[in-house]
């Protein structure tokens, strides 16, 4: 199999960036505005960037999300007060949070795979502080409980990423 030639830096950037937006608009919009943002993300994500088959791998990324952040919701994690609930365990907002992320792990975080210590050390730190930024915009509380564990999950979330994606691609 051929190497895939490096994606284009400005095609990293904007692929980052469309993340970061839709973020925000997520986190600060609550779950109308991450309704619409989220479908248009994902609807101009699969028609002009997605990979043969990425679409498996963002819906169960967002099942995964649900099961997790519902779960620690569950065990008195997260305090959405009178936010509306997905199935009585996430906001929309945060639950679509979790397929937007997914649309950076073929693309500008492809090379970050190569190295799974650094990836997983980058998830442990940058999950906490997605959430807890997040949750300061939004007003969600967090039981004190709550970053340490996301460390941990993150952390190993990125290094399963990571190994997961050195079998399944050649890391351009």
């Given amino acids: 199999m051929a190497q895939p030639s490096p994606m284009p830096v400005r ?11 839709g973020w925000m608009l997520c986190v ?12 248009v993300l994902l609807g101009w994500h699969f028609w002009h960037w997605a990979k043969p088959g990425e679409w498996r791998f963002i819906a169960l990324f967002a099942l995964l999300g ?9 065990a008195g994690g997260f305090d959405f007060g009178e936010q509306t609930l997905v199935a009585g365990l ?34 442990a730190i940058s999950g906490p502080l997605s959430y807890l930024g997040g949750a300061a ?7 004190p409980w709550l970053l340490p564990v996301q460390a941990v999950i993150w952390g190993a979330l990125c290094l399963g990423i990571s190994r ?9």
């Fill in 11 to 21: 095609a990293m950037l904007f692929n980052a960036l469309r993340f970061e937006a």
């Fill in 28 to 39: 600060l919009g609550g779950s109308w505005v991450a309704a619409v943002t989220g479908a």
């Fill in 66 to 74: 649900l099961a997790l952040d519902g779960g620690l919701h569950l």
């Fill in 90 to 123: 996430l906001p929309l907002w945060l639950w679509m949070l979790w397929p937007l992320f997914a649309t950076l792990v073929f693309h500008s975080l492809a090379w970050l795979w190569r190295y799974p210590l650094i990836a997983a050390a980058c998830g």
């Fill in 137 to 143: 915009l939004a007003d969600v509380g967090l039981a």
């Fill in 164 to 172: 997961y994606a050195q079998r399944v691609v050649t890391v351009a």
